[in-house]
């Protein structure tokens, strides 16, 4: 019956045209002076391939820490170290995936 549910509310969701980037997201980063964009640049700063900065970030995302964020300690001081996202595992891993081949470099670049 629970999956039934689960999977009645991801096929609505869906439906609405609402990936689980846009759902799980962007609406918390609206209020942030920094574009995920700039996050994500950080992000390759720090961890360079595909690979390594999809396992960063969802380390992060599942347990974040103030040692482990790419954020500066001004941005840190001013808006504290997120809470954790708990969201289905399938769901993270679609966002990140849906956040790396939005925002990547690699092919876009002529």
């Not at 962007?26 to 964009?37: A, G, I, K, S, Y």
């Not at 595909?50 to 941005?75: C, G, I, Q, W």
């Not at 997120?82 to 670049?109: M, Q, S």
């Amino acid at each position: 019956m629970v999956k039934k549910i689960v999977l009645l509310a991801g096929l609505t969701l869906a439906l609405a045209g609402e990936d689980a980037f846009e759902r799980e997201c962007v609406p918390c980063h609206r209020e942030l002076p920094m574009t995920l964009q700039r996050m994500f640049m950080n992000y390759l700063l720090v961890y360079s391939g595909e690979k390594n900065t999809k396992v960063a970030l969802k380390h992060f995302l599942r347990y974040p820490r103030k040692d482990t964020s790419v954020m500066s300690d001004l941005f840190l001081k001013n808006f504290a170290v997120k809470e954790p996202l708990l969201i289905p595992e399938e769901v993270l891993d679609e966002a990140i995936n849906i956040y790396w081949e939005k925002y990547k470099v690699i092919g876009k670049l002529k």
